[in-house]
């Protein structure tokens, strides 16, 4: 019964956040927080794999062998290896080839398709993506979607084939030992053990392509799939994390210390903070799965892990559910960059936020909230940060004659040899008066959105003076007078 739970649920999901209403923009804003990332292609994804194994719980079939499920679990292991291996490989040859930090995002742009890569979530694994589509002839998703096309040129054809190949027969793996866990399971609340199963190894699928080794959610997803393909049962499970409960946590300092090391900046917080909602979200399932009891030691842990899971989740749904759900406020303006001349133009747009929240002013002017490039709402307000500081990695360009526009004023340039060939140290001013800030104090959705107008707007006017591909590492951003 628990199963067709599950799977009803997944199938309204799945039509709701695909419905092209409102609410399916503040649907993928709530399950964000739980599948590490803002991609609509990867929300779809584990709704659809969730699906998919509910869909073969219902159905009858044939166990495994303890032997042949051995091994199987011991290729398992080699598989998401390899798969992670050659991820990271991708990731550090591409970084290497155009002397990129490892540190700091990385905004790639080739024309108008764009991506993001920094150690802490890699995308270069997406070329598998980008090669798939284009066998199947459906590029024209890249319009809608970050499928990686950006980096395809990039990786290696041999290790896309390694990461595309160890991906699949690991999905393959998966799925011939689903029914030997729910069997497993099969008196001891098997629906739990099912959700625990797909939603540790969606996790890890969704890694080995989309963020890598260091991304949060891996090592937790980890330890909850290889909990459950050694456990027959909640005794058994007891016993195993009695076992191993010190391995797990040597490894998990093991990668805060590393992602300190690695980044004093993005991976100091941002990385432990999502590895420990993660790991509170697993631990409240197991609790939940092997029939629990409240005691002095458990108490607490839960407590926290119920604290921690709601801030975590206020701080990252909320921040978007909120804004984007009010109304514009006094003394504040819709700005839309219409790029359909010889230069960008911004409109005003104002008018069209009447009695309308501003999802739906994006959805009015015609761009998608969730990969926003030409609508920014400029605040009112002295606090506001127009100026950019960064590192210009040109990859495909042609001489460049950076000369001001309405929008936008490049206050110096030098070269940046530190950074390797062709990087230049970039001072950009965009006009306070129609573009938005590019900081915000409050790093809601709306600051990301508006971020992304100006980032597009730089897009715009480097491709148009002679930049067909390169990437843009911020620094710093400051305060700019009148343009």
Known sequence: ??????????????????????????????????????????????????????????LPGAGLGERAAGRLKFALAGLIGAALAANWLSFSLFVRRFSLPLDRYAYHFKGYDHSINYFGHTHTGKAVIAGLLALLHLDRLSEHYDTGLVFAGYVPVWLVLVLAVSVGAAFVVLTLLFKPVLAAWRGDRPALAFLIYALAG???????????????????????????????????????????????????????????????????LQLPFGFIFTSACYALLFWALVRPVWSWRTGPVLAFCCLFIAGYWSMHALRSIVPMSQRLAPGDRIVYYDNSGAEVRALDRTAEAADRTLLEVYRRLGEDPLRNRRVAVIREGNDRYTGLICVLKLIKSGPLKLDPDQLIRIESLRPCPECGDRAYLLKIAFNPNLTPSLYGAGLTELDEENKYAALFLLDDYLVRRGAEEFAVIPFYYYKVGRI
């Open 1 to 58: 019964m628990g199963y067709l739970v599950f799977t009803a649920l997944m199938v309204g999901l799945l039509a709701l956040l695909n419905c092209g209403q409102p609410a399916a923009v503040y649907l993928h804003y709530a399950i964000n927080p739980f599948i590490s990332g803002v991609s609509k292609f990867k929300i779809n994804f584990f709704l659809a794999y969730i699906l998919y194994l509910g869909s073969l719980a219902v």
């Open 202 to 268: 969606a996790h890890v699928l969704k890694c080995s392509i989309d963020g890598g080794v260091f991304s949060y959610d891996l090592l937790p997803s980890l330890f909850a799939l290889q909990l459950l393909l050694t456990s027959s049962g909640a005794g058994a499970l007891k016993e195993n994390f009695r076992r191993r409960w010190r391995v797990y946590l040597f490894v998990s300092l093991l990668y805060f210390c590393v992602c300190s090391l690695l980044s004093l900046n993005e991976g100091l």
